[in-house]
């Protein structure tokens, strides 16, 4: 009950959640309180409040996608991850405000309204899973769960100060997560603590034999590697992601980040990765063009809403004209331009080999160093309406691009504050190596000083 109540309060500043389940909390806590009583194991996450971002599938629970196209649409059906976290014992206790469809970097696409920022309520919580990061900052809850396409969990955790996992793709199950850019998707953690978020990982990560993408490798222990000595890694510091367009403040917490580390016993390599300023370009080819094909769906006809119309091709064209917002249409109409029959090898072929090149690069790298320090972004959270023209919005995301476009590892950490705001430390890992990721994040995190609780913090 006290996890509800901080939950309304916190949501009535933050607009973080779109619904609060009380009832099916409330349900759920006394599960595990009779599992108790009855001697049995509750799970891992006994009793453990958690909300979920609204794309994430949950039997009985609305799912909009922050779409008012999705208004009225009711999950039949439990995601993979959702049946994982009801196993471990966590209580889901509501969904989480987003960008429509998961497009966007501040959440100021949601259909529902805006989520603010707990550290500023006039500053963007970052997006796509604003409302889960900002849920978690607030003191809502202490987990959620957000989703990745190109940086919407880690963006969010560097904005609002806490910790967000992209784990390598394939890694978790997609299954009940509905789809954006699909080669990119995934089902991403959020976190206070990085231990919490390495408990979290744990418990959703693993095959799915329904989830043809998802990889049957073990998954390794990644609280104890939470607690591993990271002395004598080699880390590698890209000079590409500390150029012009990073703040002052966020180059300097992010020095101070990286003279710990070698404090710790690491040996920085300064390293080059010169494809990384085409990653943004060929991001916003290959997502739209996906989210162009995956939205398909969304006709009147099988999901959420529908306008009324005398023929069957009014109604699809009404119902997609009122329900979808002006960024998801903007990208809807970018991605069947690029696979359209006359432009399919000038735009969409060329971003495939363009991510080929990344990748390759990245991966490169990786064989030589363990692992990558950048920062999350170059800003700290803006102010609403800061970034009105698209391209500047779509810039926000271009240190964790890439690693996504590679289906890579990583987590983003609060490393310091700059004038009052979070400030994120990115890790990238090689492919299925979230051990490493954990490990160093979690020595970024004791190696600072403990940050302050946010202004809109709700204690017990
Ligand atoms: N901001 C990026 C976009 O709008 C990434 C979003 C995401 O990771 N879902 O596509």
């Known amino acids: 009950m006290a996890a509800i109540q901080r939950a309304r309060r916190t949501h009535e500043v933050t607009n973080a959640l779109y619904r609060i389940d009380a009832a099916g909390g409330l349900a759920a806590a006394e599960a595990v309180d009779a599992s108790v009583a009855s001697g049995a194991d509750p799970g891992p996450l006994a009793g453990v409040p958690i909300v979920l971002k609204d794309n994430i599938c949950q039997h ?15 999950a039949s059906y439990d995601a993979f991850s959702v049946g994982r976290l009801r196993t ?29 920022n707990p550290w500023d309520p006039d500053r963007v919580p970052g997006g796509s899973s604003g409302g889960s990061a900002a849920a978690v ?17 880690r963006l969010p955790a560097a904005f609002c100060g806490v910790v967000g996992v992209k784990p390598t793709w394939g890694r978790v199950s997609r299954r009940g997560l509905v789809a954006y850019a699909s080669s990119t998707d995934q089902i991403a953690p959020v976190a206070r603590s990085v231990t919490d978020a390495a408990l979290l990982t ?18 390794d222990d990644l609280q104890a590697a939470c607690r591993c000595s990271i002395e004598g890694l080699k880390l590698g510091v890209p000079r590409e992601y500390y150029g012009q367009g990073l703040d002052d403040g966020v180059r300097g917490a992010i020095a101070s980040a990286l003279d710990s580390l070698r404090e710790q016993g690491v040996e920085l390599v300064d390293i080059s990765l010169p494809s990384t300023d085409l990653a943004v370009a060929c991001y916003y080819v290959i997502a739209p063009a996906e989210a162009s094909a995956n939205l398909a769906r969304f006709d009147g006809v099988r999901y959420g809403r529908r306008a009324s119309a005398d023929t069957a091709e009014e109604v699809v064209r009404r119902t997609r004209s009122t329900g979808f917002g002006t960024e998801v249409k903007r990208r809807i109409l970018i991605g069947t331009w ?4 006359g432009y399919v090898d000038a735009y969409y072929r060329v971003a495939q080999r363009v991510r080929a090149t990344i990748t390759a690069e990245l991966d490169r790298v990786l064989e030589q160093v363990d692992a990558l320090i950048t920062p999350t972004a170059a800003p700290t959270a803006f102010r609403f309406n800061e970034r009105n023209d698209p391209l500047a919005m779509y810039l926000t995301d271009v240190y964790t691009i890439p690693p996504s476009l590679a289906g890579l ?8 504050l700059c004038d009052g705001l979070p400030v994120g430390l990115q890790v990238i890992g090689r492919r299925f190596d979230e051990a490493s990721c954990f490990a160093i994040a979690a020595a970024v995190e004791r190696a600072r000083p403990p940050l302050p609780l946010p202004p809109l913090w709700s204690s017990p």
């Open 88 to 116: 471990a014992g966590a209580v889901l206790v509501g969904r989480a405000n987003m960008d429509e469809f998961a497009m966007g970097s501040s959440t100021e696409t949601c259909a529902w309204g805006p989520v603010r």
């Open 60 to 74: 009985g629970q609305p799912c909009t996608c922050g779409s008012r196209i999705l208004e009225d649409h009711v």
């Open 409 to 416: 590892p990583a987590i983003s950490v609060p490393c310091s």
């Open 137 to 153: 900052a607030a003191g809502a809850v202490p987990l959620a769960l957000g989703s990745e396409t190109g940086g919407s969990v």
């Open 338 to 341: 690029v696979l359209s029959a």
């Open 202 to 219: 744990e418990v959703v990560a693993g095959h799915d034999p329904r989830d043809s993408t998802s990889k049957d490798r073990p998954v």
